[in-house]
């Protein structure tokens, strides 16, 4: 009996056109290291956000305790911004191309309006921008911020749909508000690259709307659910200028998805764990100039360093190439 199975075994793996890529393709990325400790050697307590500045290559991550930590490219603790020096809610960050550190703040007794906080390249307090001249303002509570090429301000905030632009004063542009079926969308993160594309993202509609630098709608991409290429709720996107790919933090699947510059899925990675290359609700996502993937991996209290492996990346154009891609 036992011959009479194996024999049909070999026939099917013999005979039949079966995609054995599936098993074969590896971990589409591999753990390269986590930052899991701030300058006095304290554990990091779950980090929200995380950004990487390219000039002088450091990391800046915004922790539970609402503080801004600051490390370098070897993940070593440089500095740490908190009460004392101005960041008292700290809710995005950003920097502009002249190392200037911008900081989004939701109100506090002290401060009742929403703001802008501006630190100068020796991370000292410059100025302070307060949200107010557009409509909706005085209820506006900032989260994500990014800085464009001329210095102006993107600002998506809760509750509003769309982002609101502002000049480097403070001074009302205009708003951004994609829209679905006739309804203003409400947007959770920014990111704008190095062409000055700017990619809003909606948790409620798990899509990424990108928008070129004059704000002119270009294309969506994103396809809501809880499975494989899906997203669930996405919280921010990362662009690797190295290697042209998009990633997509994913909160409620603990995952990050993949896209080409185009918005096509590619593959994705991750999943609810503990261990290396596992995360557990991770909230931002960026990536370094040598197209390392640095992950706030918020309820594992770290912030993960992963790259892409390029065994799976061999492999998989190889699987292309025959015609044996796995979906």
Known sequence: ??????SIIISIIVISPINLYAQFL???????SAITEDEESKK?????????????????????RGRILIYNSEFFPLYTLEK???VESPQGIAIDK????????SPSKEN???RVSVFDVCMSLKREIILEGFEGSEKFTPNKIAVDETGNLYLSGNPFPG?????????????????ENGKKIQINGITIDLEGNIYLISEEESHIYVYDKKGRFLFRF??????????SRPQAVAIDNKNDRIYVVDYMRHSVTTYDRFGKYIFEFGGLGWGEGWFQYPKDIAVDNEGRIIVADTFNDRIQILKVSELFIQQRNLAKVEGNETP
């Open 26 to 32: 590896g971990t589409p990325v591999e753990f390269l």
């Open 1 to 6: 009996m036992l011959k009479y199975f194996l």
């Open 163 to 179: 982002i609101v632009r502002l000049s480097n004063d403070g001074s009302f542009i205009d708003i951004i508000s994609p829209q």
């Open 222 to 231: 994103g396809e809501k659910g809880g499975c494989t290429g899906k997203l």
């Open 112 to 114: 009742p309006n929403g």
């Open 44 to 64: 990091l307590s779950y980090p929200s956000n995380v950004l990487y500045e390219p000039i002088k290559k450091e990391i800046y991550i915004i922790d539970g």
């Open 98 to 105: 002249e190392g200037n550190l911008y900081v989004t703040q």
């Open 84 to 86: 004392g020096d101005g």
